[in-house]
């Protein structure tokens, strides 16, 4: 296990203002942790941007830009043009990181285009499942009967009606030669994941999924347990595509959805009369093909 | 060759949130039993505000000027030997 050491906490510092137990800000230490500091990062906007940049401080250890929250990829792609222009393409590596609305919203098309071109990217996409930054909106990787302000739980609707959008898979399609996911309760794994995307060229993209309190509404302890959860349920499994076929996909003790969805305000909802109950079997149902899509053999 | 800043760019120099201390947002504050613990590490590398440092010979300590009370480090302690107090200010 590799601890923190003097040197890479400078990469990514504290006295960021991201909220207690935010599994994002873990996330972002994670990654730079694993990359080194030959890497630029572009920076939609966001969370991440925010609690890392209240102004004049900067969290940041590496040389870091924010983007607009949709052109992160082009910017991202400017970047490493200028670097092989200036004839320093051996300096930095160059990551581009945004939201899960930032990445599968409204900065999309021009991501699509950065994976087109076949630039020598590595794409983040940190899914904490809704537009958290302004006040939790819905976004197109909020998850199935998630409520939130912009799909709320009442007497119409139990909350947001469509599934997650499936971006790994819109990747593989793009023909990329390394498309992963991976949440912060698996570290090591993250760490490997991210190891494995820099010795690649070309495009790339990772998935990280990240507990949210604030917008999730579980303790601010919680947030190691429901990355877990998440996995463990089935609701987001981990793998890898290398060269557009299923590499790895992480094996798991199965759990019931209702273990992750119970302590989350966001779903609370659905545990209050039998038409919630009914929710949670599609919930459950969406788990088991997900189990039986990447091949997960569930440990019983 | 010194490179020139562009004028109306917004550039900060890098680690100053560190004048930034978090810690006092902190309603519980975790408190670390080094005589139980084993130096495994878990708390430094899961806390989400990369405030907990140590090493096989100190043991682990939380920088209480960032710390802001979360208790992930608690809940994923191995060996449950950090617990979470009540702040007093
Ligand atoms: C063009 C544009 N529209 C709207 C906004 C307002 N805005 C800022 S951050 C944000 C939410 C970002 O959501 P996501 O990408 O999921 O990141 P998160 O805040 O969840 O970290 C929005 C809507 C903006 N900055 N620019
Ligand atoms: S709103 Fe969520 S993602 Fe944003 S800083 Fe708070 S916990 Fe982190
Ligand atoms: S309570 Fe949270 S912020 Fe404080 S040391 Fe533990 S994990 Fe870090
Ligand atoms: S997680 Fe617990 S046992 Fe491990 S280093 Fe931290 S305090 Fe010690
Ligand atoms: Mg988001």
């Known amino acids: ?300 | 060759m010194v490179a020139k800043r562009a004028k109306n760019i917004l550039i900060g120099n890098p680690g100053t949130s560190l004048a930034n201390k978090t810690g006092s947002w902190r309603v519980f504050m975790p408190v670390y039993d080094k005589t139980k613990c084993t130096a495994c590490g878990m708390c430094s590398m899961m806390c989400p505000d990369g405030c907990v440092h140590g090493d096989k010979i100190k043991k682990y300590d939380p920088d209480y000027d960032y710390c802001k009370g979360c208790g992930v480090c608690a809940k994923v302690c191995p060996v449950k030997c950090i617990t979470m107090k009540e702040e007093q200010k």
């Open chain 1, 1 to 300: 296990m590799t601890t923190q050491t003097a040197e890479n906490v400078k990469l990514f510092n504290s006295g960021h203002t991201a909220c207690a137990g935010c599994g994002l800000a873990l996330a972002a230490r994670l990654v730079l942790q694993a990359t080194g500091p030959k890497v630029i990062v572009v920076n939609a906007t966001g969370c991440l941007e925010v609690f890392t940049t209240r102004s004049p401080q900067t969290a940041w250890g590496i040389p870091w830009i924010h983007s607009l929250f949709e052109n992160q990829a082009a910017v991202a792609t400017g970047v490493e043009a200028a670097l092989r222009a200036l004839g320093r393409g051996d300096e930095a590596r160059v990551i581009a990181w945004g939201g899960d609305g930032a990445s599968a919203d409204i900065g999309f098309g021009g991501i699509s285009g950065m994976w087109e071109r076949y630039d020598d990217v590595l794409y983040i996409c940190y899914d904490n499942e809704a537009y958290m930054n302004t006040g939790i909106q819905r976004s197109g990787l909020t998850p199935f009967k998630g409520h939130t302000s912009t799909s709320p739980a009442g007497k119409v609707s139990l909350g947001n009606m469509k599934q997650k959008k499936n971006i790994p898979a819109i990747a593989v399609a793009h023909g990329l030669p390394y498309v992963a996911t991976a949440t912060v309760a698996y570290p090591k794994d993250l760490e490997r994941k991210v190891k494995k995307a820099m010795e690649v060229r070309g495009p790339r993209y990772l998935q990280i999924l990240v507990p949210c309190p604030l917008g999730w509404g579980h303790a601010t302890s919680d947030t190691i347990s429901m990355s877990k959860l998440a996995v463990e349920t089935g609701l987001n499994p981990l793998f890898e595509y290398i060269d557009g076929k299923l590499a790895t996909a992480m094996t798991v003790k199965q759990k019931p959805v209702e273990e992750y969805l119970k302590p989350q305000s966001r779903f609370k909802h659905l545990f209050r009369d039998a038409a919630g109950a009914e929710q949670i079997k599609l919930i459950q149902e969406i788990a088991n093909s997900n189990f039986a899509k990447f091949k997960v053999e569930a440990v019983k």
